[in-house]
C-alpha cells in the first residue's frame, strides 16, 4: 500500500492523499491551494494521476482548502462517490458554488479592467462544474461504515473545528491509516472538542498551530478591547472571515457584547450571500456545537445580510462607526478585497484579522506590517490599523495536538506530520518525537512513502529522556 501526498505537504492548503492499495486508488482530501503564487499555480496543473481510476474520495470537511477542488476532478472525468459528513454536505453545497462564482467574478472583474497577466482571464471552474461536483457527494452518518473498495472500508469521528468536520479512518487489509483533518480546540467557544481518535498503524496529523500554544486570552474580551479602541475613533473595522465557520464564531461573539453592551450598538455587515443558510445549518446539526436556539438566534441578527453585488458596493460609500465582516479569511479575494481598496488608506479605520494566515496571502502580509498591498493590479496604500485576534482560533495548538495523540490506543508505527508551514511542522515532529515511540517524519510535496505488513500493530508509548 502507497500513500502520495499531493497537499497540505509544507504549506497549510491544499489537502490532497492518494492511497494506492492494490488495483485501487482512494483520494483523501481534494483541496484548493492558496497563498503563495507557486502554490497557486499548482490548481492549474494536471495531477499525477487519472481522476477516472479513483475508486472513491472521503473529505474530512467542508472547508475550500480540503474540498475546492472537487470540481476540477469532476470535470475531468471523475464520476465515483464523493464521502463525507452530512454537515459537510449541506455547507459544500454552498461553499462550491460560491467558491466557482467568486472565480467567475474575479475572472471578469480582471479581463473589464485588462490587469490580468492571461487574455483572457479564466476561473478554474466554473458553477456548472462546482453543481457536478455537487451530485457526486454521498452524505454518511457518524456510526455509519463506508465501504470504499474491497475490503477496505472508512468511519468518520467528530474533530471540532467546523460542522461536520471528522478524522477519517480507513481500515484496509494492510492496516489501519488515521487522518486527523483540522481538529478543533477543546476549549472553542462555537464547537465542541475534538473524540478521542482510534487505534491506527500509521497517522497524520496536522500542524496548523505545531510550534506554538495560544495565549491564554478570553476571546470575547480581546475582540471587546480591539473593537471598542477602534469605534471610539468612529472607525470602519472590516473582518476578513471565512463565510463558514469563523464568521459565524464572530457573530455570536458580537452579540453577546452587544447584549452585555461591552461595546456600541453599532451597526454590523455580514457581506457574504450564504449567511443565512448557513445560520439555518448550525440550526439542523445543534448537537455539533455549543450554542442553543436562542443563542443561533442571536447570531442570526447580530448582522444584516449584504446579498448583492449592489449592497457591497454601497457599504464602501458610508463612514464609521460599523462592522464589515467579509470573507475571504487570508483576504485571497472576493469581496473583502474591494472594502480593502476603499478602507485601508484611512488611518482611522481598523482591519482585524481573526484566523490563521498562510505565507503569501495578503493576510500575511498586512499581518506582517505591509505598507502597501496589491489588489486587481493596484498597489493599495495601507494606513489603517492591523490587528488580529489571538484567542479566536478554531485550530488546536501544540498541547492540544499533542493531548489529541496521546489519546490514541497504543503508538502508531508511524506518524505524518501535514498541513503545516515548514517551522510549525518540523516544531510539532520534534515535540512527537520526544514523547512518542514511533517514526515521525515531515513528509513533502510529491512524497511517496510506502505502508505494510502493520496489521495492528499496537505499539507501546515509551517516553524519551529529554
Not at 457526486?136 to 461536520?164: D, K, N, Q, T
Not at 489588489?375 to 489603517?384: S, Y
Not at 518540523?426 to 511517496?448: H, N, T
Amino acid at each position: 500500500m502507497k500513500l502520495t501526498f499531493l497537499g497540505a505537504a509544507g504549506t497549510v492548503t491544499g489537502s490532497k492523499y492518494l492511497l494506492h492499495t492494490g488495483a485501487r486508488q482512494l483520494l483523501v482530501d481534494c483541496g484548493l491551494f492558496q497563498g503563495l503564487k507557486r502554490l497557486r499555480e499548482r490548481n492549474w496543473q494536471p495531477l499525477p494521476f487519472d481522476s477516472r481510476s479513483l475508486a472513491a474520495i472521503v473529505l474530512t470537511h467542508a472547508h475550500i482548502d480540503h474540498s475546492g477542488f472537487l470540481p476540477v476532478l469532476a470535470r475531468s472525468g471523475y464520476c465515483g462517490p464523493v464521502y463525507c459528513t452530512a454537515a459537510t454536505a449541506k455547507l459544500l453545497a454552498l461553499l462550491l458554488p460560491d467558491s466557482a462564482r467568486l472565480q467567475e467574478e474575479d475572472a471578469r472583474f480582471a479581463n473589464r479592467h485588462r490587469f490580468s497577466k492571461h487574455s483572457p482571464a479564466l476561473p478554474l471552474y466554473t458553477e456548472a462544474d462546482a453543481a457536478g461536483a455537487l451530485k457526486l457527494l454521498r452524505p454518511i452518518e457518524w456510526s455509519e461504515e463506508m465501504v470504499l473498495a474491497p475490503g477496505i472500508s472508512a468511519h468518520f469521528s467528530p474533530a471540532g473545528h467546523l460542522l461536520g468536520a471528522a478524522s477519517v479512518l480507513l481500515d484496509t487489509p494492510e492496516g489501519r491509516l488515521l487522518f486527523s483533518g483540522d481538529l478543533g480546540r477543546p476549549d472553542d467557544p462555537l464547537m465542541r472538542p475534538p473524540a478521542p481518535p482510534p487505534a491506527a498503524d500509521w497517522l497524520l496529523i496536522e500542524s496548523t498551530y505545531g510550534d506554538r500554544l495560544h495565549p491564554q486570552l478570553d476571546a470575547q474580551a480581546e475582540l471587546a478591547a480591539i473593537l471598542n479602541r477602534a469605534l471610539a475613533r468612529e472607525a470602519v473595522v472590516v473582518i476578513p472571515a471565512f463565510a463558514v465557520g469563523r464568521a459565524q464564531s464572530l457573530l455570536h461573539l458580537i452579540a453577546n457584547l452587544k447584549a452585555q453592551r461591552t461595546i456600541p450598538d453599532v451597526p454590523v455587515f455580514l457581506n457574504s450571500p450564504m449567511a443565512t443558510d448557513v445560520t439555518a445549518i448550525y440550526r439542523q446539526f445543534s448537537d455539533e456545537h455549543r450554542l442553543n436556539a436562542e443563542q443561533c438566534s442571536a447570531m442570526c441578527s447580530a448582522a444584516k445580510i449584504v446579498n448583492t453585488v449592489e449592497e457591497s458596493k454601497h457599504l464602501n460609500t458610508l463612514r464609521g462607526p460599523m462592522i464589515i465582516i467579509s470573507a475571504s479569511g487570508m483576504a485571497t479575494g472576493g469581496r473583502v478585497l474591494h472594502h480593502l481598496k476603499a478602507f485601508a488608506p484611512a488611518a482611522r479605520n481598523l482591519i482585524l484579522f481573526s484566523g490563521y494566515q498562510a505565507a503569501g496571502t495578503r493576510g500575511a502580509a498586512l499581518v506582517g506590517g505591509a505598507e502597501s498591498v496589491k489588489i486587481h493590479g493596484e498597489w493599495i496604500p495601507v494606513r489603517a490599523e492591523v490587528a488580529q485576534l489571538h484567542a479566536a482560533s478554531s485550530h488546536a495548538d501544540r498541547s492540544q495536538l499533542l493531548a489529541w495523540l496521546r489519546g490514541v490506543p497504543g503508538t502508531p508505527a508511524r506518524i505524518f506530520v501535514t498541513h503545516g508551514e515548514p517551522a510549525a511542522a518540523d516544531a510539532l515532529r520534534q515535540y512527537i518525537r520526544r514523547e512518542f515511540d514511533a517514526e515521525v517524519v515531515v513528509p513533502e510535496q510529491g512524497e511517496q512513502v510506502v505502508l505494510e505488513g502493520m496489521r495492528s500493530a499496537g505499539a507501546r508509548r515509551v517516553a524519551h529522556a529529554g
